[in-house]
């Protein structure tokens, strides 16, 4: 795949922003960390992978540039709606968003909810745990509407 890092995005990229596919949603309430929000429901086809990660990157860019302050507010949260898809729809988009958090953002995220995540992604979940660094592995939460019965 062809990242393009600091390079402007695609228009089928900036369509993901527009419909807010993902996005910045707000900020926590005590510390101010940015919230950054992906919302998988049209995120299943492999098309859309490329333009997935490079709007990633350039929103994880943003934030970094533009609402984090070296000492004072320095990490994010990171909000997955998995919208209970199953692995063979999300996993790949899935796999790859934490394998640019893993590898380029680990230092920048403070917590990865997963919400709404099917019991194959799950399974899925658990065998893709095995290549990510301990940082990040420790930061990730599944919840699910229950959790707020």
């Known amino acids: 795949m062809n990242f393009n890092y600091g390079k402007p995005l695609s228009a089928n990229a900036k369509s993901l922003l527009y419909d807010r596919s993902i996005s910045i949603i707000s900020r926590t309430k005590n510390e101010y960390k940015p919230i950054i929000y992906i919302d998988f ?3 299943e086809t492999l098309e859309k992978m490329e333009d997935t990660a490079n709007t990633f990157i350039y929103l994880m860019f943003l934030v970094r540039e533009y609402m ?11 909000i997955m709606n998995m919208r209970e898809k199953n692995s063979f729809a999300i996993g790949r988009t899935f796999k790859l968003i934490l394998d640019i958090i ?7 995220v403070d ?7 099917s019991s194959s992604m799950k399974y899925f979940y658990k065998s893709v745990q095995s290549s990510l660094s301990p ?3 420790e930061n990730i939460l599944t919840i699910s509407d229950t959790d707020y019965d």
Do not use: T, W
């Open 41 to 43: 429901r049209d995120l």
């Open 68 to 78: 984090c302050i070296p000492g004072v507010i320095e990490h994010s949260v990171i």
């Open 102 to 108: 893993n590898n380029s953002f680990y230092a920048m």
């Open 111 to 117: 917590q990865i909810y997963l919400y709404k995540i």
């Open 135 to 137: 940082f990040v592995k």
